[in-house]
C-alpha cells in the first residue's frame, strides 16, 4: 500500500502548498535520508506516494517539516526565534503491507498529526 503525508494550514484553512518535506528512515540516533520534496497545490508530495508498497519496511522513519520558512514564504510575520522552526514526526511502520498516511495539520503555533487512511 505505502507511505503517504498531505499538509493543512489551518492558519490560512489551504493545503501547505511550497512546504519543503524530509522523509528519514531511523536506526536509534543514526538517520537515513530517503527523500525530500516540496509539497504541490494540494499540499501532497507531487510523485504521490512517498514510499509505494514495495520500499516500505518495517522499522521507524521520520517526517520532518519546514514550518517556520513555509509561514515566512507566506508573509507571516514570525517572532525571532520563531514558536515552530521544523516539526518532526517519529513515528513507525509494523505492518508494511497496510497503508500509512501521516497527514499534519499546522499553523506556526501548533500542530497535530494522526494516522490517517
Known sequence: MGLSTHVLDTM???PA???RVTLYATEGDALRLL???VLNQDGRNPG???LD???LQ???YRLVFDVAAYFKACGVALPEPNF???VCLDFGVATPEQHYHVPLLVSPWSYS???GS
Open 84 to 86: 515552530l522552526n521544523q
Open 53 to 55: 508498497a514495495t520500499e
Open 58 to 60: 518495517r522499522g521507524s
Open 113 to 115: 498529526t494522526y494516522r
Open 48 to 50: 504521490g506516494l512517498l
Open 35 to 37: 527523500k525530500q520534496f
Open 12 to 14: 490560512h484553512g489551504t
Open 17 to 19: 502548498a511550497g512546504m
